[in-house]
């Protein structure tokens, strides 16, 4: 299953963030995967709260691909790319780690209040999403990307400031030691 083709990867080297890229909704999502729409966008990680316990500098954005659709079952969905190389906190030094984030997913868009259907057992089914008139799609990067990051990422055995079975003990010749303290929970 390959979604990175040509003519996304045109949008991803885009220096887009004015005009239709710095839009970060959707007006009427179902008719956009009726129509088989095509959004493409980049949203700065500092626009997202809920992650910055986890980045390690948020002068980053991500670069994204909205794609509206129809399942085999003619259920209108969205498919999601994210790309983009946010510095994480590294789960043993707290130091940044290069993260490279290259995710997809696709949810399938629902109205609010209705009732997921009762024959949606299969574990392969994407996730339900309750969606009115205009999608936030910024509040939906984010989700992806937050569901999407491991739980603790750590740097390999040998690049960790915090020795690691190294010998070092404090990793004070290491230039983002201090910076990890710096940055360090209060
Ligand atoms: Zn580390």
Redo the contacts with the bound molecule.
């Keep these: 299953m390959t979604h990175f083709d040509s003519e996304s990867r045109k949008y991803y080297h885009a220096p887009l963030m004015s005009g239709p890229a710095a839009v970060h909704r959707l007006e009427d999502p179902f008719a956009f995967a009726h129509a088989a729409g095509v959004h493409c966008g980049q949203a700065a990680l500092a626009a997202m709260p809920r992650l910055q316990d986890r980045l390690a500098g948020d002068a980053v954005t991500v670069a994204y691909v909205v794609r509206g659709k129809l399942d085999q079952r003619q259920r209108p969905l969205l498919e999601l790319e994210i790309t983009g190389n946010p510095s994480l906190r590294?789960?043993?030094?707290?130091?940044p780690?290069d993260f490279a984030l290259q995710l997809q997913s696709r949810v399938l868009l629902m109205h609010p209040g209705t009732a997921l259907p009762e024959d949606d057992a299969d574990p392969e089914s994407p996730e339900w999403l309750e969606a009115g008139q205009e999608l936030d799609l910024l509040e939906l990067v984010e989700d992806e990307i937050l569901l999407s990051l491991p739980l603790s990422v750590?740097?390999d055995e040998g690049?960790?400031?915090?020795g690691?079975g190294t010998g070092r003990t404090s990793g004070r010749d290491n230039p983002f030691s201090k910076l990890a303290t710096l940055l360090g929970p209060k």
């Design positions: 590294c789960g043993r030094c707290l130091a780690l750590r740097h690049n960790c400031s915090d690691g």
